[in-house]
């Protein structure tokens, strides 16, 4: 397969040495029969595991009744998968999309019209943040590797240092529109902005009136034990993006707003074929209740206890590994040397997870995960880390 697909595909993955024949629950199967745990989650996708019974039933019941139809019909799955967030969250309005970084272009074109009704125009974001692959997300994107040879990007764009309360007061303004935050950074290495950074992005909103962006995408959904992560802290934004668990394993992304800017955008003025497609919809919502039927709460408790056993190894390895990171089952293992390297050694222990901005070990798992499958993580990257 690897000699097949490197003759076909561009070559721009960097991928396990796995060809996959099934997956079921935290376990994906290779055609040889191994086992690997999933401590990947499909990139903080499959938040309820592979296979689960309620995404199944929801995908099935709806490609019965219709897979795609157009946004030029009401669809059911989209009305009350929108009003399930909007029960949920502190929004109001939904716009769906495929992808995360089709929803970052969508809140990107909001940003901008609304700060073209309002006088504002810079769009600020922070280093180490990642928002996509698109031209509107990579704008707002500071790292060279994403971005080399293929610019120009959008103008009037400002990527800062993140958690520096200083340069930040010294950047916004009454030009600014936007600012942009990943309340955990995903590809960033899992820092998490310090309750000082948070709370001079909410007194400068105050002064200057800018718009608030939280890129949920990968925080989002319960990952971090509540519906989005900046419920962690205080604050509250004008608009979300999400992605990846929403649809739970189908392609599924959105923006959710506030009500003030429900009216931003004239009919056809934003849009897309498959946006909102009715079985990712449907499974988006069983995704959902089963956060809300205490998969959300489990997220919470088994977040704490694998946050207590990454802190007993890095007392345990204190030359190897220097600092625990995130929120809930979104949580990232600080090394001083290549994080490559151990997800090799760990995927030849047959557990699967990867490395996030060079020297972090993501832990991204699904979040119905056991104690007892942390437990066996555990125990393997504990004898990984000694071998090495
Ligand atoms: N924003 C964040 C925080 C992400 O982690 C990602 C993907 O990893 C994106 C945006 C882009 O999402 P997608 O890959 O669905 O376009």
């Not at 600014?176 to 590809?187: C, I, K, N, P, W």
């Not at 604050?235 to 739970?248: C, H, R, V």
């Not at 039927?293 to 590994?321: A, S």
């Amino acid at each position: 397969m690897k000699t097949r697909e490197s003759k076909v595909i561009f070559q721009t993955y960097k991928r396990y040495p796995i060809e996959v024949s099934h997956a079921k629950g935290c376990r994906i199967f290779d055609i040889n029969g191994n086992s690997y745990l999933d401590m990947l989650g499909g990139i903080a996708v499959n938040a309820l595991g592979h296979g689960h019974p309620a995404i199944i039933a929801a995908a099935k019941d709806q490609i019965d009744k219709y897979m795609h139809i157009s946004n030029y019909f009401y669809q059911a799955p989209q009305v009350e998968l929108a009003e399930k967030i909007v029960e949920m969250s502190c929004f109001d309005r939904i716009f769906f999309s495929n992808s995360g970084t089709e929803a970052m272009e969508g809140a990107i074109k909001l940003v901008r019209k609304w700060g073209k009704q309002n006088g504002k125009s810079t769009l600020v974001a922070f280093s180490g943040g990642f928002h996509g692959r698109t031209y509107g997300a990579l704008s707002i994107m500071d790292k060279p590797a994403y971005k080399e040879d293929m610019g120009p990007f959008l103008d009037d764009t400002l990527v800062i240092p993140h958690n520096d309360v200083k340069t930040l007061e010294a950047t916004i303004n009454e030009k600014t529109a936007a600012v942009f935050l990943e309340f955990v950074q995903g590809e960033g290495g899992l820092s998490v902005p310090s309750n000082a950074f948070v709370s001079k992005i909410k007194e400068l909103k105050e002064k200057y009136g800018f718009l608030l962006v939280a890129d949920e995408i990968q925080a989002g959904i319960g990952r971090t034990g509540k519906l989005f992560g900046f419920e962690h802290f205080d604050i509250e934004p004008d608009l979300a993006t999400m992605a990846k668990g929403i649809g739970g394993g189908l392609p599924l992304g959105g923006i959710a707003a506030k009500e003030f800017l429900a009216g931003i955008w004239n009919k056809g003025q934003h849009g897309t074929t498959y946006g909102g497609n009715a079985v990712a919809c449907a499974t988006g919502l069983a995704v959902l209740k089963e956060l809300e039927n205490g998969v959300m709460d489990h997220v919470q408790k088994v977040g704490n206890f694998l946050e207590k056993k990454l802190l007993n190894i890095r007392d345990k390895y204190k030359d190897k590994v220097t600092e625990v990171r995130g929120i809930g089952l979104m949580r990232g293992l600080a090394l001083n040397f290549d994080a490559a390297l151990l997800v090799e050694k760990l995927v030849q222990k047959r557990v699967v997870a990867n490395a996030a901005s060079g020297t972090v070990l993501r832990l991204v798992p699904p979040l119905i995960i056991s104690y007892e499958e942390i437990t066996h993580f555990i125990e393997v990257l504990d004898n990984a880390l000694n071998e090495m």
